[in-house]
């Protein structure tokens, strides 16, 4: 069947520290992955796209990671911040009308 | 802000009732989604427009049905509302592309009583 697969359990990390995201997947061949960040109550908002023929993207204290022969994103926040304390959610874009397949997503709480 | 806008924020209704969502993409947009989000279910795909045309369709029940009109604008209604119905429901909008990034609005919290 297929799946996608980020830790359920909620990222517990200090301030200053590099948290990293995993996004597993299985039974899909996605012509591109997003990271989305979302906040309790509100929609989620775009922070990456990564395409299946890249290894790796950043903007700023953010960096993806893509390899699709593991079928595994890595998503990492460098220098994080108790700002960046959000719900992380993967989505595989299929192509097909572009509508995305999105993961269960990984709650991250930065601590002072 | 995305530029998405949904109404209403809020809606609470009895079982077996029939509510209309709707959603404005931002401006220049043709593509418009629509996602439901409960908390056993994460964010599930119901279904896409483009340029007033249905795309791409999820799992979406056959009580619901959705239509995009001519100013791009869409409504998601929802029939014969069941107990399990309540969730946030998400409209997003993307432009042509490739590689779209989808811009999401605040969502409308569905509470069936």
């Known amino acids: 069947s297929q799946k996608i697969e980020q830790n359920s359990e909620a990222l517990n990390i200090q301030e200053g520290k590099t948290a990293t995201l995993t996004c597993n997947y299985t039974n899909y061949s996605p012509a591109y992955l997003q990271w989305y960040r979302q906040d309790p109550g509100r929609g989620p908002v775009f922070l990456l796209l990564i395409r299946e023929n890249e290894k790796e993207k950043r903007k700023e204290r953010l960096k993806v990671t893509f390899d699709t022969t593991l079928k595994q994103s890595l998503f990492h926040i460098t220098a994080s911040q108790p700002a960046d304390s959000a719900t992380y959610l993967c989505?595989?874009?299929?192509?097909?009308?572009?509508?995305?397949?999105f993961g269960t997503g990984t709650q991250l709480k930065v601590e002072l | 802000d995305s530029g998405v806008t949904q109404t209403p924020k809020h809606l609470i209704t009895a079982t077996g009732q029939r509510v209309t969502l709707r959603c404005s993409p931002r401006s220049g947009d043709l593509s418009v989604y629509w996602y439901q989000q409960s908390l056993d279910q994460g964010l599930q795909f119901l279904i896409q427009y483009y340029n007033g045309e249905e795309r791409a369709k999820g799992n979406i029940l056959e009580r619901f049905s959705a239509q995009q009109f001519p100013d791009l604008h869409s409504e998601l209604n929802l029939s014969s509302l069941e107990l399990g119905d309540s969730a946030l429901y998400f409209c997003?909008?993307?432009?042509?592309?490739?590689?779209?990034?989808?811009?999401f609005g605040q969502g409308t919290r569905l509470t069936v009583v």
């Open positions: 989505a595989l874009g299929l192509g097909g009308g572009n509508k995305l397949t």
């Open positions: 997003a909008s993307s432009v042509v592309s490739n590689f779209p990034e989808a811009f």
